[in-house]
Every structure is written in structure tokens, then in C-alpha cells.
């Protein structure tokens, strides 16, 4: 079993391009159904080995049905059955199963959540909270101008390099999930936060030992090695509770907002779909429902009979 494991991550890895996150979802979830259809002895810690071809879609449907009596969420759930539905197609492709069982479970009914975004004068106060008097501050305004300017995923702006950025022409080049390039403009405000950061990168830079700088990196932590999702993570928690005291935003959040205020001011969602890397346009189509709020909002003050 874990060879069969082994050799289905190395195909979402390579023949895929699925990001190291959710290559590590899919390992956890087919791990956890796997020591469910064959639990560890506790008195070799050993684990028997799961009959691939027995398992049918009734045994999946089990599985969800103690996730679910679990407490899980539904799109814990989901994912779980996406990922089960993903490994089976992988072993009928390679003849190892003749069907896949996991297309006969359906997939748990989602509640659909409105993106949490934030109001123009919100995001402008919460972009201007960090201390510009402090390197890491300048640091900081740089990334929440940069997130808040192009869209980009919090991921994306992790793996940046000084290579990626055009500043003449304001573009950067990001790279998206499964590697997909795409080119997002900037504005000057972002332009001008980066060149400050740029000013005292150098120091940053110089915290790391020589034998571990990368000097390519755009964004440096305090000890002068690349920063990581988690931290700027962290850093918008920190600047949440300086600003707003909203502790429902995130990191996603401005990209959301993003993408509200350009539909919003008229940009096209087809538009919007290519800055924000979206594979399909489904998945941009969640922000109309954002918009149409204010357009209710806007038609109910308006109109002379709403």
C-alpha cells in the first residue's frame, strides 16, 4: 500500500503539478482512510494491509458516515472523498482496479460562504497599520500593498523573487497552482511600498549565515531566510488586532477584497478570472453574489418602488 501511495503522490507531483499542500492533504486523508479499513494492533503497532479490490463504494459511505457522526466538516469531508475519488482513478488507470468506487458516493451538500472581504476604507487603514519607522514594518506595508494590489495568494507571495518583478512596468510574475504562470499588474502605492522595503532588504538579508542567504528573495523574515506562509500569516493576525478587531479576516481576505472592489468599479469578471489564476470562471462567479448585495442595497435606496 504505501508504494501504490508513493507512486500516486509522485503523479499529482510531476504529472499534475498539484502544489506541496495539497499533496500533503491528499497523503493525510487516504492515510486516515487506510487505518480505518485496517487499524493498528496495539500489541505489534503494526498495521494489517487493506485489500485494494474489496473495498467498495459501501465501505466509503461508512467512512464519511463516522466522519460525519465525527463532528467533521463538510468540506473536511469533501476533500476526503476528492481525494479518495483522485487515488481510485489513479489505480484503474494503471489497471490495478477495474472501477472506481468513490464516484458512487456523492459529495456532502456545501453551505456556500460569501467571501469575507473587506470596505475600500477598510482595507486602506488596515494596508497602512504596520510602523513604516521599523524595517520589518516596511516590510510588511510592502507584502499587504503587493496582496491587496494584485490578488495574489499568500503562497504566491511567499515563493517571489526579486526576479519576478518588473518595476518599470509595474507587472510581477506569479506562480500559481499546478505552475501555472500568469502576469498581474500593480499600482504605485505598491510600487512605491516595495522600493522603501528594497531600501533596507539588505539588513535583512544579512541576518542569515552566508552559507544560507538566498539573495533572490523578495520577502525576507527577521532571520534573513525567505518567509513562510505561516508567518505572514501571523503578521496579518498581529496588525488585525492593532487595526480592526475583526478576527474573521485573513490573509485571504484582501485577496477577496481584491476581487470585490475591481467588479464593483466595472471590471470584467472574465478579467478578474485571469488576474486572480482561476482555472475555471465558476469559481470567479462567487464574487458576483458579493457585488449583487450592494447592488440590492443600491436599487432598495434607489428606486421609487423597491
Given at each position: 500500500m504505501e508504494q501504490l501511495l508513493t507512486q500516486f503522490l509522485e503523479h499529482l507531483r510531476y504529472e499534475r503539478?498539484?502544489?506541496?499542500?495539497?499533496?500533503?492533504?491528499?497523503?493525510?486523508?487516504?492515510?486516515?482512510?487506510?487505518?480505518?479499513?485496517?487499524?493498528?494492533?496495539?500489541?505489534?503497532?503494526?498495521?494489517?494491509?487493506?485489500?485494494?479490490?474489496?473495498?467498495?463504494?459501501?465501505?466509503?459511505?461508512?467512512?464519511?458516515?463516522?466522519?460525519?457522526?465525527?463532528?467533521?466538516?463538510?468540506?473536511?469531508?469533501?476533500?476526503?472523498?476528492?481525494?479518495?475519488?483522485?487515488?481510485?482513478?489513479?489505480?484503474?488507470?494503471?489497471?490495478?482496479?477495474?472501477?472506481?468506487?468513490?464516484?458512487?458516493?456523492?459529495?456532502?451538500?456545501?453551505?456556500?460562504?460569501?467571501?469575507?472581504?473587506?470596505?475600500?476604507?477598510?482595507?486602506?487603514?488596515?494596508?497602512?497599520t504596520p510602523d513604516v519607522a521599523t524595517d520589518l514594518g516596511k516590510r510588511d506595508r510592502a507584502m499587504l500593498e503587493l496582496m491587496y494590489a494584485t490578488g495574489v495568494r499568500v503562497?504566491?507571495?511567499?515563493?517571489?523573487?526579486?526576479?519576478?518583478?518588473?518595476?518599470?512596468?509595474?507587472?510581477?510574475?506569479?506562480?500559481?497552482?499546478?505552475?501555472?504562470?500568469?502576469?498581474?499588474?500593480?499600482?504605485?502605492?505598491a510600487l512605491e511600498a516595495l522600493r522603501v522595503y528594497l531600501d533596507v532588504r539588505d539588513g535583512l538579508l544579512n541576518a542569515a549565515p552566508v552559507s544560507e542567504r538566498e539573495p533572490e528573495v523578495l520577502f525576507l523574515n527577521y532571520q534573513g531566510t525567505r518567509i513562510t506562509t505561516r508567518s505572514v500569516g501571523r503578521m496579518v493576525e498581529k496588525y488585525i488586532r492593532i487595526c480592526a478587531g475583526r478576527y474573521d479576516i485573513s490573509p485571504h481576505a484582501l485577496r477577496h477584497s481584491f476581487a470585490t472592489h475591481l467588479l464593483d468599479s466595472g471590471a470584467d469578471l472574465r478579467d478578474i478570472q485571469e488576474l486572480l489564476g482561476h482555472a475555471r470562471l465558476s469559481t470567479t462567479q462567487i464574487y458576483t453574489h458579493v457585488s449583487m448585495e450592494k447592488l440590492i442595497a443600491v436599487y432598495d435606496k434607489a428606486h421609487p418602488k423597491a
Open positions: 503539478n498539484l502544489s506541496e499542500h495539497t499533496l500533503r492533504n491528499y497523503a493525510s486523508d487516504l492515510e486516515q482512510f487506510f487505518s480505518y479499513l485496517a487499524p493498528c494492533d496495539p500489541r505489534t503497532v503494526k498495521r494489517s494491509e487493506p485489500d485494494i479490490a474489496a473495498i467498495d463504494h459501501i465501505t466509503i459511505r461508512e467512512w464519511l458516515a463516522t466522519l460525519h457522526s465525527a463532528e467533521k466538516k463538510k468540506t473536511s469531508i469533501a476533500r476526503k472523498l476528492a481525494a479518495l475519488r483522485t487515488f481510485f482513478q489513479f489505480l484503474v488507470r494503471e489497471g490495478i482496479v477495474e472501477l472506481n468506487p468513490a464516484k458512487l458516493v456523492s459529495t456532502p451538500r456545501l453551505e456556500k460562504k460569501l467571501p469575507v472581504h473587506l470596505s475600500i476604507e477598510e482595507a486602506v487603514a488596515f494596508i497602512e503562497a504566491e507571495l511567499t515563493k517571489l523573487d526579486l526576479g519576478h518583478i518588473d518595476f518599470r512596468n509595474r507587472l510581477i510574475r506569479v506562480t500559481g497552482k499546478r505552475r501555472k504562470e500568469r502576469i498581474v499588474p500593480f499600482g504605485e502605492p
